[in-house]
């Protein structure tokens, strides 16, 4: 996949909004940058280290999975990190006090009230894990069939693939899923939210540029950071972000904005990132939240598109490939599942609910999984899917 370098000089610019108080109007200008990036007094104010941690253990985490040699409870451990234990390769990672498995389902918005939900879904990631090591691993050099765990290698003398008695591969529902259930819950419904930018004494710590101890930036200003860096945490030069760099969201905003349908969604992401940072150093807080309402709603495209270019592909595959038409599938699994995390922009709900997701990812499962599903069962649910969120099932499939 051609990786998107972004046209920087036509990123974010000058904004204006215009208010009015009992001396008459009052215009405000937002100048942004073209690139992520704030300084004070010389130095950067950028800070998402945390993000970029996470990240690099779940990417370990997940390839872990493929590995048949490892145990439930050396990959509970790299999922669920206490500080110090030897869960990595990379011993920063093993010193860090992050985990990702504490993030997942931990939003302000979503879960902050809804503990019971926070904890089902963090027990389907457990589940896969399990599920994993005890039914996949070791049917690993059996050949999969309906009703039967296995292998399947794919046409042509193409990758193999480790399924279970359905036909799901559980470390593409993990990756998929974390995407939403991580990245994406932590973005649109935790650190842009303004529950969390204006906790507190935020803003009038932000508006007298009252640093953290010890820091260069505001607590509001390092929220923000923060969500950015669950997308772009993993590139080399946030200034100059080229995409597809992890397997999680920065990978598949590449491969949504390869599609022309949607040509235009990296540079609106970036942009909006870019000039909500720059509002929040002009203590501009409406404009932050106009941007942050962009981000929301590009963002939950993303899982959207995929969910769907993947059930198609897996539909194009079956009967034919069924390797190839079970991986796609499983992909479409984990978008769907992440579906749940999205947001709808200036609204409280995400594109679909628990319960809606729920009943998709158990019609897909029904009888012998994707041994069993029906090409008009694949079509409905991407016709339903691309509806809700204002595009084409023609459209996502490119």
């Keep these: 996949m051609k990786k998107i ?3 920087l000089f036509v990123a974010s610019a000058l904004f204006q909004s215009c208010s009015s108080d009992d001396d008459g109007g009052e215009t405000s200008q937002v100048l942004a940058p073209t690139t992520y990036t704030f300084l004070r007094d010389g130095n950067s104010s950028v800070s998402y280290s945390g993000q970029t941690t996470r990240i690099l253990m779940a990417e370990e985490l997940v390839s872990g999975l493929k590995v048949e040699t490892n145990t439930e409870a050396t990959l509970d451990a790299m ?3 206490v500080e110090g234990a030897s869960d990595f390769s990379d011993a920063d990672l093993n010193a860090s006090d992050k985990s990702v498995r504490s993030k997942v389902a931990a939003s302000t918005d979503f879960f902050s009230a809804n503990t019971t939900e926070a904890n089902e879904i963090k027990a389907d990631f457990d589940g896969w894990i399990a599920s994993q090591v005890n039914d996949v691993f070791p049917n690993w050099s059996f050949t999969a069939a309906a009703g039967e765990a296995g292998a399947l290698q794919q046409a042509g003398g193409g990758t193999t693939r480790y399924l279970n008695e359905k036909g799901l591969e559980y470390n593409q529902a993990f990756a998929k899923g974390l995407i939403g259930g991580l990245m994406i819950d932590q973005i649109l419904n935790n650190y842009l939210s303004p529950a969390v930018l204006d906790a507190g004494t935020n803003i009038a710590d932000n508006d007298s540029e009252v640093l953290e101890e010890g820091k260069t930036y505001t607590s509001m200003e390092h929220k923000w ?3 950015f860096g669950y997308l772009y945490g993993s590139e080399a030069d946030a200034a100059n972000p080229v995409l597809d760099v992890d397997q999680f969201l920065s990978e598949y905003l590449d491969r949504v904005e390869a599609d022309e349908d949607f040509a235009g969604i990296a540079s609106k992401i970036y942009n909006a990132f870019i000039l909500g940072r720059a509002a929040i150093v002009a203590n501009n807080y409406t404009v932050r939240d106009a941007q942050a309402e962009i981000i929301k709603e590009n963002i939950s495209v993303i899982p959207a598109v995929r969910a769907v270019y ?8 079956l009967g034919v490939d069924n390797a190839s038409a079970f991986h796609g599938l499983s992909e479409a699994y984990g978008f769907i599942y992440s579906l749940q995390f999205t947001r709808q922009p200036n609204s ?3 594109y679909l609910t628990k319960t809606e997701v729920d009943a998709y990812l158990a019609e897909l499962m029904e009888g012998n999984g994707f041994w069993d599903v029906t090409t008009n069962t694949l079509d409905e649910i991407s016709d339903e899917i691309s509806a809700k969120f204002g595009f084409t099932t023609e459209e996502a499939s490119n």
Excluded: I
């Design 5 to 7: 370098v972004f046209s």
């Design 79 to 81: 999922f669920a990190h």
């Design 225 to 227: 950071d923060e969500a």
């Design 310 to 317: 993947y059930l198609q592909s897996g539909k194009n595959n």
């Design 348 to 350: 409280s709900l995400p």
